[in-house]
C-alpha cells in the first residue's frame, strides 16, 4: 500500500529530475482509470454540487471505491470551502469586492450560517 505516493515523492525529492510524470509511476490500466477520476472530479461545480454529482452519476460507471474517491473528493471541497470562509483572508477579499459579491446582491434574503457538515 503506498507504493504510488511513494515512488510519487521520491520523484519530488529528486533534485535532477526537472519534471514529474504520472506516466512513469501508473500501468496503462491505472493510468486510464486516474483520468477518469480526474475527468468525473472535474465534472463537479462547487457551487452545484447535486446537479453535478447527479450529472457524474449518469456519465460515468463507477466502481465502489471510485465512489468513495469521489465522495472523498466532496467532503474535501466542503472543508475547503469552510477554511476559506473562516480565513481572514477570505474577509479581507470579500471586503476588497464590495458590493460586487452575489452575496451583497441578495442580503435582504436570511441565510443560515454555514457549519461545515452539508455532506456528513
Do not use: C
Not at 33 to 47: G, K, R
Not at 84 to 112: H, Y
Request: aromatic letters at 6%; charged letters at 30%; zero cysteines.
Amino acid at each position: 500500500m503506498g507504493e504510488l505516493l511513494t515512488e510519487f515523492i521520491t520523484l519530488l525529492d529528486d533534485e535532477t529530475e526537472d519534471k514529474v510524470t504520472l506516466a512513469s509511476l501508473m500501468k496503462e490500466e491505472d493510468r486510464t482509470e486516474w483520468e477518469m477520476l480526474v475527468e468525473a472530479m472535474d465534472q463537479i461545480d462547487i457551487m452545484k454540487i447535486g446537479p453535478s454529482v447527479k450529472k457524474v452519476n449518469k456519465k460515468y460507471n463507477l466502481s465502489h471505491w471510485q465512489d468513495i474517491a469521489m465522495l472523498s473528493y466532496i467532503k474535501m471541497l466542503e472543508l475547503m470551502l469552510r477554511r476559506a470562509k473562516d480565513s481572514p483572508e477570505f474577509s479581507s477579499m470579500l471586503g476588497m469586492m464590495g458590493k460586487n459579491t452575489p452575496a451583497s446582491k441578495t442580503a435582504d434574503k436570511i441565510k443560515q450560517p454555514y457549519d461545515g457538515s452539508m455532506f456528513g
